[in-house]
């Protein structure tokens, strides 16, 4: 009898409900492309203007518990191809086929943020469940189009896409920060690199954070220097959230930054250089 089939008799017969167990989750980094020469000062604010760096566009995979989530789901519109162009470029949905999960075994996609290269591939997984935050979705879908509203970096297309999931019953919202969206996996705010952005920290031994762009690359984490935000005045939030982040995760190592392609040398990858095994 093991140790754990004991401790559920135990209180079974002390008439104590058990405990549930949470899921033990795998976390993949998939990488769907590269765009080359990005300058560094829009990613580590402060940074030397001239600097540039190859980010890396990646979604990540988290498998247990029944499900196949993803958190982020990549662009394949061609108007953002134009704009930034991508090297190496594989649409999200056949970029997680690499990993042994076809497109509509996709269960959830939990979206940090509106921006084209996070929330641009929801409609490449017709059966998930979308989850964003509340005010994310209020924001964009309604202000952001209007007189004196902030729109950058959005696109209409996705906008469309992320309603028509709400009509379809496949949207929840994620009301603010410390929710547990799913069991095992908790979504935080407060970063504000839009206007309601959101990170997740996947439970296990160890824990991990993924950051999305609330911290763009590991230099953000060890210069404490912020992403990118909605406002410069956001800023100091997003550097007090960067050290919540590895306070959630017990260590900077078990941050995983949104766009750095360091994640790929840290982690176990594949012969492709595109699948890094985080946990």
């Not at 549930?20 to 980094?29: E, G, L, T, V, W």
């Not at 970029?95 to 509509?104: C, D, N, R, S, W």
Request: contains cysteine; proline residues 6%; aromatic residues 10%.
């Amino acid at each position: 009898m093991t140790v754990s089939l004991f401790a559920l008799l135990l209180c079974a017969l002390d008439g104590v409900p058990a405990s549930p167990q949470k899921p033990s989750y795998s976390i993949q980094a998939i990488r769907y492309g590269t765009v080359r020469d990005f300058p560094v000062s829009a990613l580590v604010m402060g940074a030397p203007k001239d600097e540039k760096t190859d980010i890396a566009m990646v979604v990540w995979l988290i498998r247990g518990d029944g499900r196949n989530v993803l958190f982020d789901s990549g662009f394949h519109r061609e108007v953002w191809l134009k704009e930034f162009p991508t090297a190496d470029y594989l649409r999200p949905d056949e970029a997680v086929k690499l990993a042994g999960v076809a497109p509509e075994e996709v269960t959830d996609v939990v979206v940090s943020h509106a921006h084209w290269d996070h929330m641009g591939g929801i409609d490449l997984f017709p059966r998930a469940t979308v989850w964003i935050q509340k005010q994310e979705f209020a924001y964009y879908t309604g202000d952001a189009w209007q007189p004196g509203g902030r729109h950058g970096g959005i696109d209409p297309d996705d906008v469309k896409a992320l309603v028509q999931k709400n009509t379809e019953g496949r949207l929840r919202l994620v009301d603010g920060d410390d929710v547990e969206v799913l069991p095992g996996i908790r979504a935080y705010t407060g970063a504000r690199h839009t206007f309601a952005s959101q990170y997740i920290r996947v439970d296990g031994d160890p824990p991990f954070v993924l950051a999305s762009d609330n911290c763009y690359l590991y230099r953000n984490l060890a210069e404490r220097r912020a992403s990118a935000t909605f406002t410069e005045a956001d800023r100091p939030a997003n550097v007090r959230n960067q050290a919540r982040m590895i306070e959630l995760a017990g260590s900077a190592d078990r941050v995983v930054p949104g766009h750095d392609p360091k994640q790929f040398e840290r982690f176990p990858t594949d012969s492709s250089g595109r699948i890094a095994r985080i946990r």
